[in-house]
C-alpha cells in the first residue's frame, strides 16, 4: 500500500500514489481528522478531496474518493466535447482542493497543453486580467463570484481567450448577459466533486449564437434563459419520480467517507451506478437547464417557492448595495410553514453612516426601507421579505457558496 501524499506539488497521474488535497487555511486539528479519516479508507491510486457543497454541518468531516483513471476518463471527455488540444494554454486560479482547479491539470496532463498556476486561494481581477494577455491564455475555468467581480469592474475581455467555463454554482442570467456584454465567452456548466468536476456544458457554438449582447445593460432582459446545456461524452441523466436528478459518468467517485464526532462510515458507488443528487434538471429539445436545488424549493402557506430564482431576483434590485452582503433565505413559521427573511451583514449599517453636516446620520436605513419595500411590491405575496436579520457576516466558502449551515448558527448566537 502506497502512502498518502498531502497537498503534493506535483501530481504522477499513471502510479499508485494516492493523494489528499486540503484547504490550506485549515487548522492544524482539521487537517489530522481529514488525514485519519482517508487513512481510515485508504484507496490506492486515488483523489481525496473535501466536498465543496454547502450545508455541512461544522463537526463532520467529509471527503470524496475519485480513482485516478476515473478522473483521467473525465478529463478525456472533456477535452473531446471543447477540442482542447496541446495549442491551448489554461491559467489555473482556482485551488487545487477544488475539483474545478484539479480537473485543470488533468486535462493539461492528456493533452499536452500549458498551465499557468497560481496560488491556492488567490484571486485579484487585475492580475487575472492581464495574465490573461501576458501568458495568451486560451482557456480557464471560473466561479459565479469571479465572474461578478469582473463585470462589477467592467473588465474587457481580451481576444485570445476562447473560452469561460462558469461551474461551482448557479450562474445568475443576467450576469450572465452583462459578462457576455463585455466580450466574456462564458460557457454554464454543471458539475460536482462526485463525478470529477463537469458533466454537462453550454457548447461552443452557443458563443457564436445570434443573440447580440452590444446594446445598453438596461435592454438585457432576465426572462432569457441560459444557453442550453449539453451532456459530455459518457455522461447520463435520470429523474426520480419528484424531477431529481441522477448522473452516470464515467468520472463517479468511488465512495464518499464521513466522520461525525467518533464515528467512520464509507459509503461506495460502482462505475455503473447513478449519483442523485438534489438538483432539479430539466431537459427541452436536447438541452438541459438546472432549475433549482431540492433545498432551494419551499413552501409558504402551499405556495412553491423556488430560493434561487428569488435570489436571482433580489440581485437585480441590488444597486447601491453590495450582493454578497445579503443572503435571502427561509425559516419556519408556525402558520405558513416556511417565510423568507433576509441576513444583512451588520457592518453594511456601519459603513454607510453618513454625515449631512448637523451630525451622524443613519440615512441607509432609509434607502434600505425602501430598498425591501420596492422588493416586496415586485414579488407574489407569499414571496415577500418579512423580516431581515443582522449577523456578524455572510460566510463564504473558498468558492464564494454561502456556508448556509453557519449563517444559521450566527443568527443564534
Keep these: 500500500m502506497d502512502m498518502l501524499s498531502v497537498n503534493p506539488e506535483s501530481i504522477h497521474w499513471k502510479n499508485q500514489q494516492s493523494y489528499l488535497f486540503l484547504n490550506p487555511k485549515l487548522s492544524t486539528e482539521q487537517k489530522q481528522k481529514y488525514i485519519s479519516l482517508a487513512s481510515s479508507f485508504h484507496e490506492d491510486a486515488s483523489l481525496y478531496l473535501s466536498s465543496s457543497g454547502t450545508t455541512t454541518s461544522s463537526d463532520e468531516v467529509v471527503l470524496k474518493v475519485i480513482k485516478k483513471n476515473n478522473f483521467l476518463e473525465a478529463a478525456k471527455n472533456f477535452n473531446s466535447f471543447f477540442a482542447i488540444s496541446s495549442k491551448d494554454r489554461w491559467l489555473k486560479n482556482l485551488p ?6 484539479l480537473s485543470i491539470l488533468a486535462r493539461a496532463f492528456l493533452s499536452g ?3 499557468h498556476e497560481w496560488p491556492d486561494l488567490y484571486w485579484n481581477v487585475e492580475k487575472f486580467c492581464s495574465d490573461l494577455i501576458e501568458k495568451e491564455i486560451t482557456r480557464v475555468s471560473l466561479v459565479p463570484t469571479q465572474v461578478y467581480d469582473l463585470v462589477q469592474r467592467e473588465m474587457l475581455a481580451p481576444t485570445n481567450l476562447k473560452s469561460v467555463f462558469v461551474g ?35 457548447p461552443l457554438d452557443t458563443l457564436s449564437a445570434s443573440r447580440n449582447y452590444e446594446g445598453a445593460i438596461d435592454a438585457l432582459s432576465r426572462d432569457e434563459k441560459l444557453p442550453g446545456m449539453k ?7 435520470h429523474w426520480d419520480q419528484e424531477g431529481r436528478a441522477g448522473i452516470q459518468a464515467p468520472g463517479l467517485l468511488s465512495s464518499e467517507l464521513r466522520q461525525t464526532g467518533n464515528q467512520n462510515t464509507q459509503k461506495s458507488w460502482n462505475e455503473e451506478d447513478v449519483f442523485w443528487t438534489q438538483d432539479y434538471l430539466i431537459e427541452e429539445n436536447g438541452e438541459v437547464f438546472f432549475k433549482a436545488r431540492s433545498q432551494d424549493l419551499i413552501k409558504v402557506s402551499g405556495e412553491l417557492v423556488n430560493l434561487e430564482k428569488l435570489r436571482s431576483h433580489f440581485k437585480t434590485l441590488c ?32 459603513e ?37 436579520v ?15 449551515s453557519e449563517l444559521i448558527l450566527s443568527e443564534k448566537k
Excluded at 173 to 178: A, D, E, P, R, S
Excluded at 231 to 237: A, D, E, K, Y
Excluded at 327 to 337: A, E, M, Q, T, Y
Excluded at 390 to 404: D, H, L, Y
Design 113 to 115: 497543453s500549458s498551465v
Design 390 to 404: 443582522e449577523v456578524p457576516e455572510i460566510p463564504r466558502t473558498s468558492m464564494g457558496k454561502v456556508k448556509i
Design 231 to 237: 451532456t459530455l461524452p459518457g455522461v447520463r441523466i
Design 319 to 350: 444597486s447601491g448595495f453590495d450582493e454578497r452582503n445579503f443572503f435571502l433565505h427561509h425559516r419556519p413559521n408556525p402558520r405558513k410553514g416556511s417565510e423568507i427573511i433576509l441576513y444583512v451583514a451588520d457592518h453594511v449599517k456601519k
Design 352 to 388: 454607510h453612516v453618513l454625515d449631512d453636516g448637523r451630525g451622524l446620520t443613519f440615512e441607509l436605513e432609509d434607502k434600505f426601507a425602501a430598498f425591501i419595500e420596492n422588493f416586496n411590491k415586485t414579488v407574489l405575496p407569499f414571496e415577500k421579505i418579512c423580516d431581515t
Design 96 to 101: 487545487r482542493f477544488h475539483v474545478g482547479g
Design 168 to 202: 461551482g454554482a448557479a450562474l445568475d442570467v443576467f450576469l450572465y448577459q452583462k459578462a457576455r456584454k463585455l466580450g466574456w465567452p462564458l460557457l454554464p456548466s454543471y458539475g460536482m466533486t462526485e463525478t470529477s468536476s463537469m458533466v454537462m456544458s453550454a
